[in-house]
């Protein structure tokens, strides 16, 4: 069985520009959840996908978009980067049966918005 | 809106036990988890409540109960690789999603 993975580790961008991080579920999973950490915080929901449609969204604004596949993979896209973005994006993956409070976070991507 | 408030630092002795408070004010609260997180790795899941009461799952309690909108993770037998963060997170329901909104996390040291 394959835990979450995230791609890439850690990225650089400067302000005003695009980025697109990746996440691999876990096998049988078909709920992914996007969190954003920042340092000594708690992780801040972004928003889920469920079987590649959005399933809940946070506050978060609409530069935060994302796409879930038929393989139930998902990217979370952010348009016109701003220094306060920097932080850590978890994914998560859940099966989506009674409930989704046991999720399977992948090890992050590090952002860092100069 | 949806709110959970933890200490921010705990410190115990090895071999002792500690208790972690959560208090919570969400709508739409249907559950609480509680997730550990060492330095630099991802969170990992631990415990959950969607009942008053408690669970147990080997040194680690968690209890809750509804009525107070509070709960609290328990350690037992404390080891040096418990010392890490850890969060209390609601799950709320609504519109077909299940949500988790964390808490800010409380990081717990242990000392010899």
């Known amino acids: 069985e394959t835990g979450v993975t995230q791609s890439p580790t850690h990225l650089i961008k400067t302000r005003g520009q695009q980025v697109t991080l990746r996440c691999s579920s876990q096998?049988?999973?078909?709920?992914v959840s996007w969190y954003q950490q920042a340092l000594g915080q708690g992780p801040q929901f972004i928003f889920q996908?469920?079987?590649?449609?959005?399933?809940g969204r946070g506050n978060f604004p609409p530069r935060f978009s994302g796409l879930q596949f038929p393989n139930y993979s998902s990217e979370l896209n952010v348009n016109a980067l701003e220094l306060d973005d920097s932080a850590l994006y978890l994914c998560?993956?859940?099966?989506?049966?009674?409930?989704?409070?046991?999720?399977?976070f992948g090890p992050g991507t590090r952002l860092t918005v100069l | 809106g949806q709110s959970l408030e933890q200490p921010s630092e705990v410190t115990a002795v090895e071999g002792a036990i500690v208790q972690i408070n959560c208090t919570y004010q969400?709508?739409?609260?249907?559950?609480l988890s509680w997730y550990q997180q060492h330095d630099g790795g991802a969170p990992t899941f631990l415990s959950y409540?969607?009942?008053?009461g408690l669970e147990e799952t080997g040194r680690f309690s968690s209890f809750l109960s509804r009525s107070d909108s509070y709960g609290y993770l328990l350690l037992q037998e404390l080891q040096m690789k418990d010392s890490a963060s850890y969060f209390c997170?609601?799950?709320?329901?609504?519109?077909?999603?299940?949500?988790?909104?964390f808490g800010k996390g409380t990081k717990l040291s242990v000392i010899p």
């Open positions: 969400t709508s739409g609260f249907y559950g």
């Open positions: 409540n969607a009942l008053d």
């Open positions: 996908y469920y079987r590649e449609e959005e399933n």
């Open positions: 096998s049988g999973h078909n709920t």
């Open positions: 998560a993956s859940s099966q989506k049966t009674s409930g989704n409070y046991e999720q399977f």
């Open positions: 997170a609601g799950e709320t329901a609504g519109a077909g999603s299940y949500q988790l909104t």
